[in-house]
């Protein structure tokens, strides 16, 4: 990710002479993106996204090809998910087949693929159409490549601290080379990242083919039974390093939940706030477990009882008890 500085933001703006823009070949046509200039420290990204078949650019109401990237324009939630899922190679249709995704959108095949692999960010919460941040497309993105996000937060920004919501998948793809924060004029590292302001969809091309660079795509040939067996347990939530998996769970006053931990780090689970724990205290761990370790709590209070991971507090979750 870098900033946008003037010069910059003078490459957004269409270009009229379709010879200046990039042309691709998407599903065996040859497509100009117009507003892609050949000279745009994106456009490489945007060409090898586009034919690969990650992206296509805008289509019209008869969803024909516009020609139009859109490389300013702010990526909703749903748009990065498609793009995570796509890039890291899972098929989204055989998942959207056997998978519920809960939700009426164009994006529900993808957001089976978020609910069956326990994606962040993605929950029955998610408002899939609204602009994503630049935390939530680090975290969709560490989740679909699985990415090891175990590494504690290091010292590369200013403004991401423990407590940032997905500090450790900023952290991760940092490490890794796919994101690298904000720079000035010259060039040089700034020291920030900005994880709360939006991103857009020239910066998530970057992140898309940097990722794919680095790992590949992990979601090659996986199915949803890969999953869905442990999944299909009653009140059971799996802690992995995309964070816990359902983000939200359901169930009746008096039943019990019980917490596994599937990665090599610790699990301390404990209620809100952190690291007070005070909205329900009884519902803290008080220690943290390892490795195939699990914690069991019964739910005697109605109520929405919002959680997380002691260790990792960017790791949230919640119980609601009806």
Known sequence: MKTITTSALALFIPITA???GIQVMIDGQAVVFSDVSQSAWFSTYV????????VSGYKNKEGKLTGL???????TIAEALKIAVEGAGYDNEL???QISSGVD?????????AKAEGFAVIDERTRLDTPAT???VSAIFTSAFDVDTETPVGNRYDDVTFGTNHAFSIEALSRDGVVSGDTDTSGKATGTFRPTERINRAEVAKIVSEARAKYGTPGN???PSDTEAFQAEDNVVAYTKSGFSPQVLRIKKGESVTFSNMTTGG???ASDPHPAHTNLSSFNALKAVMQGGTYTYTFTQIGSWSYHNHADASMKGTIIVE
């Open 18 to 20: 379709s010879a200046l």
């Open 47 to 54: 060409r090898s996204a586009a034919e690969a078949g990650i």
């Open 69 to 75: 990237f859109g490389p300013s324009n702010n990526i």
């Open 95 to 97: 998942y959207g087949a």
């Open 105 to 113: 959108h164009w994006a529900s095949s993808y957001v089976s693929v």
């Open 134 to 136: 630049r935390a939530q």
């Open 221 to 223: 040939g996986k199915s």
């Open 267 to 269: 699990l301390w689970v």
